[in-house]
């Protein structure tokens, strides 16, 4: 993976400073103008401590005065007074910040969504469908990354705040002593080499075990049901899979914890280490400072009340402006990661795409291998295929039919040869070709909606009365089902819909094929495989009204059905990524090749010859 390489490498200054800055950007953009305005009191409230430690220390002394007969109670009321507002002051502020952080992280957080929304909607789909590398990315951007880059403004910002307490408790303290300021400083240094050697840890640790903790997360899905993707509770319950699917799950996630509590155990000693370091100097300097009074009684005993509570904020002070600085950079790591994610070559969509008249496709020598794959998925095919005509894709599983649809769609670009539709390069004209073209995928959607919504997806600009819709849905033979349903076309459907109602597979695909017929615009149909799930009486249904549903439209037929290749003009017979033999059916049954003899064996099963 590629995020292991990178972890040898350190990042170069320049372009630390370079994501710092993005990110802070991103960051300042995500904020809300609150939560701004409570950091900037925030500066203010940095002062607070040192504030209140004087106060105590001036509180300490008047009333060491009323015991010695010094002074009357009346002032140190008043000081007592100032006191408590400095913690009323410094307690609201802490809410408002605590509050306010919690509302920040909500917003992070949906921006960090919004963020791979955007970015998965929008980069080739190759990366979609085959570049680990890039589904990595996304799970780490959603783990990690997104929210670093979102939080970097409130880090940076608390650092600042951090500083100036760390300034002025500084200056009140070198009053007293110098080597006290420099014992309590220097006693922080483990406590942030330790953070600095905890994030790379994490860093590498996470980026170790991703595939582990994500196998986890997929295979306790699969045997919970708990997430809407895992369709495959009905296997794991008819195969008995449990045990298989537990032991599983135990393996990796036993492994994927292992990794994260060897780290966690390892800093969690060192961590109690350096705070017994700091706690230890902390009681030797109060030691000091009760001595220095012992033999100096004139210093008041507000001096021990004033370093007592001074050296405890010092530390935490140095700890976590180091600390933070330490993090920040080291969070920078994931935020490259993030920034990755928008960089990642999007897919090209002209602005305003053409119309086409005609939309003859051509493919000219075009081969194509997947991504992360060494075999050809396609070996220098070429074909012509004229405006109107109706083609049949026939061939054994894996020849290459769906890499064919796939290509023309524009979701891969051919690694050579060319892709054209009406005279345009697929790969520069992707807009205007797509919106030329209209699909049922074989992997189809279904998305947890209205029929309605269901159909119109694939036009939201054309217009239609229930009416017209209602006559579409009789054409795909929908039109039963869909009346049948109590809100009929605005039926929401779908594992989350109430009640839920779901559609059968078959119900499914006719909506899928009705869905396709919806965008009326488009010049040509790509069907791939659209009645795998349909009940011979629908298929056969589909198949005489195949002229209806396809209209002038030319006609992708990627089928494994050789019967109703009589319906088509010309039929291709792909093998091993190649074009194999062509022509309509009758000629193929003469030539006795590959075709006759898939046609033979198919229609020997059924006894007789289907005819559509
Ligand atoms: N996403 C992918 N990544 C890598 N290889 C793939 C991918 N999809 C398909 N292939 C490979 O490409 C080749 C052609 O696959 P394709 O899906 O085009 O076949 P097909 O003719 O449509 O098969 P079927 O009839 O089973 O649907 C196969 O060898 C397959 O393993």
């Known amino acids: 993976m590629k995020n292991q390489q990178e972890l040898k490498g350190r990042l170069g200054i320049g372009e630390v400073l370079r994501i710092a800055g993005k990110a802070l950007q991103v960051s300042f953009r995500t904020k809300s ?8 009191i925030g500066f203010a409230m940095a002062f607070v401590p040192v504030w209140i430690s004087m106060t105590l220390r001036d509180f300490t002394n008047h009333v060491q005065q009323i015991f010695q007969g010094q002074e009357t109670i009346m002032t140190a009321l008043l000081v007592l007074g100032l006191l408590i507002l400095l913690y009323l002051m410094q307690t609201s502020y802490l809410f408002a910040s605590d509050y306010y952080a919690e509302v920040d992280r909500q917003r992070t957080t949906r921006y960090m969504k919004k963020k791979i929304i955007e970015s998965a909607s929008s980069v080739e789909y190759k990366y979609i469908e085959n570049e680990g590398d890039y589904r990595d990315k996304l799970a780490f951007a959603e783990m990690s990354g997104g929210s670093q880059v979102a939080q970097s403004m409130q880090q940076s910002i608390v ?33 942030v080499v330790l953070s ?26 699969m045997a919970s049901g708990a997430n809407e993707n895992c369709k495959s ?9 449990y045990p298989w699917i537990k032991d599983k799950w135990r393996d990796v996630s036993m492994n994927y914890l292992k990794q994260k509590n060897a780290v966690s155990r390892k800093h969690v000693v060192y961590n109690s280490l350096a705070d017994i ?17 012992y033999d100096n009684p004139a210093i008041g005993l507000g001096v021990f009340m004033l370093v007592s509570t001074l050296a405890v904020q010092l530390q935490n002070a140095t700890t976590k402006v180091f600390v933070g600085i330490a993090q920040f950079f ?62 049949a894709i026939v061939g054994e599983n894996g020849s290459g039919k769906s890499t064919f649809a796939n290509l023309l769609c524009g979701m891969h670009q051919p690694t050579s040869g060319e892709v054209t539709v009406g005279g345009l390069n697929v790969k520069n004209y992707l807009a205007s070709v797509r919106n030329a073209i209209s699909v049922v995928f074989q992997n189809f959607g279904r998305y947890e909606t209205s029929i309605k919504e269901n159909i119109t997806f694939s036009d939201r600009s054309r217009k239609i009365t229930d009416e017209d819709l209602e006559k579409l849905t009789k054409t795909t033979n929908a039109f039963s089902f869909i009346e049948a349903q109590p809100n009929g076309l605005d039926e929401t459907v779908g594992t989350f819909s109430e009640g839920g109602n779901d559609l059968s597979g078959g119900q499914w695909q006719k909506v899928a094929i009705t869905r396709a017929m919806y965008r009326d615009k488009a010049r040509i149909m790509v069907l791939d495989e659209p009645t795998s799930a349909l009940d011979p009486v629908a298929e056969a249904q589909l198949y005489r009204d195949f002229a209806k549903i396809t209209g002038d439209k030319t ?58």
């Not at 509770?233 to 899979?241: E, L, Q, S, T, W």
């Not at 033999?581 to 006894?607: F, I, P």
């Open 277 to 293: 370091l700091r706690n230890g100097v902390y009681i030797g300097i109060l030691l000091l400072v009760a001595k220095q009074i």
């Open 330 to 391: 080291g969070d920078i790591r994931y935020m490259k990661d993030f920034f990755e994610l928008d960089a990642t070559p999007k897919e090209k969509l002209e602005d305003h795409p053409q119309v086409l008249d005609q939309a003859d496709i051509v493919f000219e020598n075009v081969s194509f291998t997947y991504p992360n794959s060494t075999m050809q998925a396609l070996k220098n095919l070429s074909i012509t295929i004229k405006q109107g005509e109706k083609i």
């Open 159 to 191: 650092i600042l705040q951090q500083v100036i307490t760390f300034v002025s408790i500084t200056l009140v303290l070198l009053d007293v002593s110098l080597l006290i300021v420099m014992i309590l400083i220097a006693t922080c240094i483990p406590a």
């Open 555 to 612: 006609t992708i037929l990627i089928s494994h059905r050789l019967g109703i290749t009589t319906i088509v003009d010309r039929i291709l017979v792909f093998a091993d990524g190649r074009i194999i033999e062509e022509g309509d059916h009758t000629e193929l049954l003469a030539k006795g090749g590959q075709y006759a003899a898939m046609y033979h064996a198919q229609a020997q099963w059924y006894g007789e010859v289907v005819d559509f």
């Open 33 to 40: 103008t609150m939560s701004l305005f409570v950091n900037l």
């Open 233 to 241: 509770m009905n296997d794991v319950r008819f195969f008995g899979m």
């Open 196 to 221: 600095i050697k905890q994030k790379d840890e994490d860093y590498k640790n996470k980026t170790k075990s991703m595939k582990d903790g994500a196998m986890s997360v997929h295979l306790f899905y």
